[in-house]
């Protein structure tokens, strides 16, 4: 058993079984992803088509992962992932054999990235709350540390792998290995002893969505914590638009090196996810507030970098700081929900991390054709900046204010900073 309390979710026999498999699905998402990208601007070679795949992929998350969370919080959790994992595997084998038999078109792709979206739309909030039952409330800031560890990994690998293997034999292999990688989650949960897992009593009762929005409005904190993440993931966390075209358009590379910028970036976010674990006492709004502000400034960085060779250097720094922020705002929801709401409370989080994305790719697609990649990546970071930090400041007073009317802390507000 691991000592060091940087790895103690690994104390847990569940998280230990199903940590390699979920690594070999994360390879085999961001293998996918890289493929797909490319594949849309092998069909299409506009980057408004890109930005309306990648919407169409996030746009159930506007619906779905509020209905995840209730699934979440009425029905067990490792039935509900083995049906969205089955599906979700099922979708990349079907594009990987269109791609291969040379029948795709993109209304196909279209088509299926909606279906992937719809799956992972549901996949996302149990997901998110099944790590407390994996490991306990104690752990949970550990678990998500090391499950974004987990995910950065495949961020790593997986589009390095599908750079290489675009180009020698076109990206239908890379979907077919994603879905290969389902498998392995699929025998992970069924291995899983459900003696071990950390089940509340209030569990599988008839969850209502609403009693999970009264607890957001009554609590300040978490508010603002998912404010900061809207802004941050909407007109930030577009790398899969943004590294697409600088590698085609910016700098005229290939396949390989997109698939190396996406290595570039997850060195960044790999290195974030790993920090994250040492510094859980700074999990608290304002750093996360003051995090997006940084995360924003080094965009506009980004854009301005030269050389393929400059902006790939520039991207582990962008990485690890949105890492950062990001794992922060994923914990401290978690760790500050009651355990019985948590599951919706998860899928009103990822429908505001994610449910941006398929209102706004399609205009940044659009933006980059009108004015160009850079002046886009630069508009984004600016937005990112100046929201985060005038919700920074508007928190700071909120609570101030909070405090001088109680004389104290408020409960509903918890800061350490």
Known sequence: M???????????????????????????????????????????????DLGFV????????????????????????????????LGAGLVSLILGLQVILGTVTIGDVYVLALALGLFNAIDGPIRAS????????????????????????????????SGLMIAAFGTGPSFIMNAVTYVAMLAALALLRKKDLHLSDKQLTKAKFTDALHYVRGR???????????????????????????????????????????????????????????????????????????FGLLLIVLALMPTYLSYSLALPFGGSIALLTLISANSYVQTTTDSHIRGRVMGIYLTIFMGGTPLFSPVIGWLAAQFGIRATIVTCGSLVAIAAFVLFLTYSAQRKRLIEDTGDTPTMAIDLL
């Open 220 to 294: 300040l904190d978490l508010q603002m914590v998912m404010l900061t993440v809207f802004v941050t993931a909407t007109f930030g966390m577009n790398y899969q638009i943004f590294n697409a075209l600088m590698a085609t358009e910016a700098f005229h590379k290939g396949p390989a090196e997109f698939g190396g910028l996406g290595t570039f970036l997850a060195v960044g976010s790999l290195t974030g996810a790993l920090l994250s674990s040492r510094f859980e006492a700074g999990r608290v709004p304002r750093r996360i507030m003051l995090g997006a502000t940084a």
């Open 130 to 161: 099944f790590t407390s039952e994996l490991v306990g409330k104690s752990d949970i800031a550990n678990a998500v540390s090391l499950n974004s560890a987990n995910f950065n990994i495949g961020r790593l690998v997986g589009p390095a792998v």
């Open 2 to 48: 691991p000592k060091s309390k940087s790895l103690r979710a690994f104390n847990h026999r569940n998280y230990r079984i199903i940590y390699l498999p979920l690594a070999l699905s994360n390879i085999g998402t961001w293998a996918q992803r890289i493929a797909q990208d490319w594949l849309v601007l092998q069909l299409t070679h506009s980057p408004i």
């Open 54 to 85: 990648t919407g169409l992929q996030f746009a159930p998350t506007l619906i779905f992962s509020i209905y995840g969370g209730v699934l979440a919080d009425r029905f067990d959790k490792r039935k509900l992932l083995a049906m969205t994992n």
